[in-house]
């Protein structure tokens, strides 16, 4: 079993920045991927960044040269640090890794971005 525990959510004004974490728990190496999906109310779930054990990354066009995913393999820990934070980032963002036979996502935390 895999617990994914996200934190870092909240309320932020438009052009504001937030850091999101996952901390990964239970049957995880280090080498997996892990990433951040978002799903707003009606729509699909949407890829908003994943980072590969050695720290290779693919972004979400919605996510790309304002949002940065890093991680702590000694931590088995996903970040995401999200700047210049526009109304349409407003979401449920999740965690997700992938395994063999199974993905792993966290409970979700709400990102909102209101004046």
């Known amino acids: 079993q895999v617990q994914l525990v996200e934190s870092g959510g909240g309320l932020v004004q438009p052009g504001g920045s937030l850091r999101l974490s996952c901390a990964a728990s239970?049957?995880?190496?280090?080498?997996?991927?892990m990433g951040w999906y978002r799903q707003v109310p009606g729509k699909q779930r949407e890829l908003v960044a994943i980072i590969g054990s050695a720290g290779s990354t693919n972004y979400g066009d919605s996510a790309k040269g304002r949002f940065t995913i890093s991680r702590d393999n000694a931590k088995n820990t996903v970040y995401l640090q999200m700047n210049s934070l526009k109304p349409e980032d407003m979401a449920v963002y999740y965690c997700?890794?992938?395994?063999?036979?199974?993905?792993?996502w966290g409970q979700g935390t709400q990102v909102t971005v209101s004046s």
């Open positions: 997700y890794v992938p395994l063999p036979g199974r993905d792993y």
């Open positions: 239970g049957s995880i190496r280090s080498s997996v991927v």
